[in-house]
DNA sequence: ATGCCGGGTCCTACCCGA
């Protein structure tokens, strides 16, 4: 016996009529057509001082990919032997100190991209990184900040965002099922950040950061964690000084966005808060989609 | 608006993050 599934979000101006966990009429012993696959990001602020903290949450969460955000080595430093243990491929886009992604996944891949399309070449900054994995483009990133170095900082920001878009552009015209995710370093709406917790000023919430991440979402990406909960406080990072974490002054500013066809398979989407609570945590909590 | 914390490195004094 077939089963029959909701057609959701169909319309061009409706957003996605979610969550629709309740399958209980459904019956049991019919297995579902696709099996649900689970894609994470985390900004870990140095892996190798959150090893055990990303092995611990890969066996709780079981995602079948995680990408990796300020990962602050090459990769020759990078622990991939522990993950492969674990039942996780590692591909790393590293580089010394600073910035640096990665991918962990259990399921085959294959690399597409080891920097943002567009860039020049002598841009050595380790953001981004590339994967299809089971006819799923999954793109990492970790977006420029945009506050230090003044208005060059800003403007390489900027220029970062408007490369993204277009690679967006080219993937959404030739219809090719994809999300992108990582740290956007961008808080897309007011409700996006504790009051407080960033001067108005900031490059997380300056107009021009937000325009042109509503612009990814008006090319037809679909910001997974805003689907499911439209309103209220939901935040992914919370500062270490001032006690940010104990008063829960926050921001969202990791984010996955989803090309129409993965939205409308989109099952949960959740900031992990548990994982700021563990001891020696990192500034941001991984970041969860579920697509059926 | 930051540098109160917590990473990093030319290793212990300073750079960077959001």
């Not at 991918?103 to 299809?132: C, K």
């Not at 509503?214 to 679909?222: A, E």
């Not at 909960?229 to 919370?238: E, M």
Request: proline share 9%; hydrophobic share 40%.
């Amino acid at each position: 016996m077939p089963i029959v599934r909701h057609t959701i979000g169909s319309g061009a101006f409706d957003p996605p009529r979610l969550p629709f966990h309740d399958r209980s009429s459904e019956p049991r012993s019919q297995p579902l057509t696709e099996s649900p696959v689970k894609i994470a990001t985390w900004n870990v602020n140095s892996i190798r001082q959150r090893e055990t903290h990303v092995l611990g949450w890969l066996e709780r969460c079981q995602p079948d990919v995680l990408v990796l955000q300020e990962i602050k080595c090459e990769a020759a430093a990078f622990p991939a032997l522990a993950f492969q243990g674990a039942g996780y491929q590692a591909e790393i886009v590293g580089q010394k100190s600073y910035n640096g992604v990665a991918v962990l996944a259990r399921v085959p891949f294959r690399v597409v991209h080891r920097a943002l399309p567009g860039l020049p070449q002598d841009d050595t900054q380790a953001r981004y990184i590339e994967i299809e994995a089971g006819g799923i483009t999954i793109i990492g990133i970790y977006l420029p900040n945009g506050n230090s170095r003044g208005d060059e900082g800003f403007a390489y920001k900027l220029a970062w965002m408007d490369l993204l878009a277009e690679r967006a552009r080219v993937l959404l015209e030739a219809d090719t099922p994809c999300v992108i995710l990582g740290d956007f370093n961008v808080a897309p709406t007011d409700e996006d950040y504790a009051p407080g917790a960033l001067s108005p000023t900031d490059a997380l919430v300056r107009p021009e950061s937000r325009a042109r991440l509503r612009k990814m979402v008006w090319l037809g990406l679909t910001d997974a964690v805003r689907a499911l909960h439209p309103h209220g406080p939901i935040y992914t990072f919370w500062d270490y000084q001032a006690g940010a974490w104990q008063r829960d002054s926050g921001l969202r500013i990791d984010h996955a966005l989803l090309s129409p066809t993965l939205a409308e398979r989109l099952v949960s989407a959740e900031p992990d808060r548990m994982e700021r609570d563990q001891p020696q945590p990192s500034d941001h909590v991984p970041v969860m989609v579920e697509v059926s």
